[in-house]
């Protein structure tokens, strides 16, 4: 039955054309052109990609009924018969996976990421930063990408972490491996002109060679961890390890590359993007920069960070919750009706593709005094938002992010590490926005790194 008030009036998007409807408008720029549609219609969509209707929410009643409320009638829009979209990339893992698949999956993969476990990661994730600035230099060199720095530092992270491995040597390949496929999966999924996977277009053989490469690697590690017979209690124990509870059975080679991919993919991307937007925030915001590392240096005296210091840098976690409120990693979250339905008044036919637009969400002005502001200040003490699901930078619901806390903590600790040791500057005019899976910065963030003197270096000089 139709759900209680508040209602919302569904409003077409004007100017469709035959048979692509608003395809031209959408593929160049799609975020901010969901953006200009919901300023300027509402926060109930209706619009056309070739021949698809697709239907945009930006409003916390919207996604909460879709992502909490009604998950029985909403799924995740991957079909394994058909795969599309990320599933293209990543199988059945745990972000493309549905059903008693996904059941079975979330089961297995949830105890590594508890707080507990968490807390014991926290030396190692350091431990990896450090080894990785060891190489930064010394003194101020020609700006670098830091976006690309930051996704060779969490690629690290994530590797040590859950894998217990290097994977430096080959950070370069996954990362490329990783950004082509991830191209194809978005317009797969979005563009009805592009030609099918199957015809040997330059796309096509792009993609079908960066999938090879990675399961080169995905494979590699598994045979090395299993002929090593070595114990490590990662999630890589944890996988291979795991029975079903009724068969008996354990996860099949497709099964856990699948799950593998997933991890290193979504395990990386999403908190370097995270980190690339925050740093490009802090450098043109001077004043919560320096509020930033006067906290840093105040707490940890130039040591490196601990699990202990983590709890006494409100303000640099502040800063790290406004990064994702202004560029959530994952900007939009689309789910498929599965049965007819109403939610607050909008009307869904079975397969009507839905879109959750959280970067609409977190900038909603209902919701957030100066929405387009940054203001680190709003997430202190009582000034904290109080609207439960104008914030939704890991989703909600039973299809939440399960590496929120995961990411949460690498978030905050990397700010802090890096924060106590370098300025980081802007060394260009102009950032883009590019969404591809993950909203990150169009060709990079060229930032230039100046070594900080932190409060025991200056002692030690000072002696």
Not at 6 to 23: I, K, N, W, Y
Not at 73 to 89: I, N, W
Not at 437 to 462: E, N, Y
Request: proline residues 7%.
């Amino acid at each position: 039955m139709p759900d209680p008030t508040p209602s919302f009036t569904l409003v077409d998007v004007p100017g469709a054309a035959p048979l692509l409807g608003h395809l031209h408008a959408y593929k160049t720029r799609p975020l901010d052109q969901l953006w200009t549609w919901w300023r300027q219609h509402g926060d109930a969509l209706r619009f056309r990609l070739g021949l698809t209707t697709r239907y945009l929410f930006s409003h916390p009643d919207l996604a909460e009924a879709v992502l909490v409320k009604h998950t029985d009638r909403f799924a995740k829009v991957y079909d394994p018969r058909r795969p599309s979209g990320l599933a293209l990339v990543l199988g059945t893992g745990l972000v493309t996976a549905s059903g008693d698949v996904w059941k079975r999956h979330r089961r297995i993969i949830q105890p590594i990421f508890h707080r507990v476990r968490i807390a014991t990661m926290v030396d190692r994730m350091a431990q990896v930063g450090e080894q990785r600035m060891a190489g930064w230099a010394t003194k101020e060199e020609p700006p670098v990408d830091i976006a690309a720095e930051m996704r060779q530092l969490t690629l690290e992270v994530i590797s040590h972490t859950m894998f217990s491995t290097s994977m430096a040597q080959h950070i370069d390949r996954i990362i490329h491996a990783l950004q082509v496929s991830s191209q194809y999966a978005i317009e797969s999924d979005s563009n009805p002109l592009l030609l099918p996977l199957w015809m040997p277009t330059s796309r096509s053989r792009a993609f079908r060679s960066a999938m090879r490469s990675m399961d080169e690697l995905i494979y590699g590690l598994l045979a090395r961890r299993r002929q090593s017979g070595e114990l490590h209690g990662d999630l890589l124990d944890v996988l291979l390890h795991a029975r079903d509870d009724e068969t008996g059975e354990g996860l099949t080679d497709q099964e856990l590359r699948d799950e593998i991919l997933t991890i290193f993919a979504a395990g990386h991307s999403t908190t370097a993007n995270a980190l690339s937007w925050t740093w490009y925030l802090l450098a043109t915001h001077p004043d919560a920069k320096a509020r930033f590392h006067e906290e840093v240096d105040r707490v940890l005296q130039g040591r490196t960070p601990s699990a202990e210091d983590l709890e006494h840098l409100p303000y640099t976690r502040a800063i790290f919750e406004e990064s994702l409120r202004l560029y959530p990693t994952i900007p939009l979250i689309p789910r498929k009706v599965m049965t007819p339905t109403t939610v607050h008044g909008v009307s869904l036919p079975q397969g009507a593709r839905v879109l959750i637009s959280l970067y609409n969400l977190h900038r909603h002005p209902d919701f957030w005094p100066h929405p387009d502001q940054f203001l680190p200040e709003r997430w202190l003490g009582s000034d904290r938002p109080c609207a439960r699901y104008a914030y939704l930078p890991f989703g909600a619901g039973p299809r939440a992010c399960v590496g929120l806390h995961f990411a949460s903590v690498e978030g905050l600790l990397l700010l802090a590490l890096v924060g106590r040791r370098y300025d980081l500057q802007l060394a260009q005019d102009r950032v883009e926005l590019q969404f591809m899976v993950t909203l990150r910065p169009k060709g990079g963030l060229r930032m230039a790194r100046q070594p900080r003197i932190t409060p025991a270096v200056s002692a030690a000089h000072a002696d």
